[in-house]
């Protein structure tokens, strides 16, 4: 997948968009061959200072900003200033999707409401992420997302009886928040391509997260039963969750009969199928305690690794618990070139590697054009290309409208 056949090739994305929701989005959209034009705040994307490395931070290349930047032009504009605001309309009229994540109601009082951008682009999507929507009892609320977390019940769910509630160890709402936005931006991308009809994309991080919670929810809604954390068990069979060995620990998902009764044979408990507590599905969620107990005994016998090939061999889904480091490390994340890695960053002192999409198109993993962009670094040829000669250029810097 060159850069010409990529699926986005020829499109341009304004990304007004700040720490992560919005620039993940937006990095997808980059990735799979979009123009990506940054426009920061003068003070730049908070997220460039933000992340474990304080020297990366000083520099204004936060960990967390590198993260999800790459493939992306920077130019730092004052919307608040009526040049930078000028320059600006100059952008959106050669643009075909915006995405923003501000409170609502801040694009209007900039006088950048969705209307007045169509109006400048009528194929212009817009898209807004925000914590709770445009509307509504919550829609004024910050977008944190832990505090989406809590709201939306994924803590309810997350960890066990003695845990819970528990927050998940990374930002899952902001992720899928910008997965949710990224999909919808396509969509509508398509639509005016064939139409010439712009859109304006809602994105609420506690709506999207709730879509993705259909099991849990469908059983409250659907049956009645009020979702409960369970910890590392699945709810919907057993013996499926993670099982102690002699060295590490073990998923394993024998979720269907046969799958069970291969894992009793890998065990040497042959057998214990025709026990009426273990017979079927229902009886085994049943008698859970009783039938985890009953395999870790025999797990404590090898450690994590040696089951886990021993299972896969006899057709029973298992994986290891593994650390960040260890699947990172793993043959499969090095060969499914997972990792994009650039040795030109400003400002940081080693090479940078950033996560490439999780898919492949035509068999290759999109992967961003160009490195992580130093704040505003794209500015004087952003403005050239909009038609600023070198006063021009100089005069914006001065009244302060770019930086």
Known sequence: MTTATAPLAGVTVLDLTNVLAGPFACYQLACLGARVI??????????????????????????????????????????????????????????????????????????????????????????????????????????????????????????????????????????????????????????????????????????????????????????????????????????????????????????????????????????LERDPRFADREARKRHRAELTALLEQRLAGRPAAEWEALLERAGVPAGRVLTVPEILAHPHAREGELLASFDDVPGTPRDVQVMRPGFRVDGRRPAPASRPPAPSEHRDALLAELGYDVQERAALLDAGAVH
């Open 38 to 271: 940054k426009v920061e705040s003068p003070s730049g994307d908070l997220a460039r200072r933000l992340g474990a490395d304080p020297a990366y931070a000083r520099a204004g290349m936060g960990i967390s900003f590198l993260a999800a930047n790459a493939g992306k032009e920077s130019i730092a504009l004052d919307l608040k200033h009526p040049r930078g605001r000028e320059v600006f309309e100059r952008l959106v009229a050669r643009t075909d999707a915006l995405v923003e994540n501000f409170r609502p109601g801040v694009m209007a009082r900039l006088g950048l409401a969705p209307e007045r951008l169509r109006a400048i682009r009528p194929s212009l999507v817009v898209c807004a992420i925000s914590g709770f929507g445009q509307s509504g009892p919550l829609a004024q609320r910050p977008a944190y997302d832990q505090i989406v977390q809590g709201l939306a019940g994924v803590m309810s769910v997350t960890g066990d009886e003695r845990s819970a509630p528990l927050r998940v160890g990374y930002p899952v709402c902001d992720t899928i928040g910008g997965l949710t936005a990224a999909f919808a931006v396509a969509a509508a991308l398509l639509r005016a391509r064939t139409t010439g009809e712009g859109a304006f994309v809602d994105v609420a991080m506690l709506d999207a997260t709730l879509a993705t919670m259909g099991w849990v929810v469908s059983n409250y809604l659907n049956a009645g039963i009020e979702p409960r954390p369970l910890g590392n068990d699945n709810f919907t069979a057993a013996p499926s969750g993670a099982f102690r060995t002699g060295d590490g620990l073990l998923n394993i998902a024998a979720n269907e009969q046969k799958q069970f009764e291969a894992l009793l044979g890998v065990l040497g408990l042959s057998g």
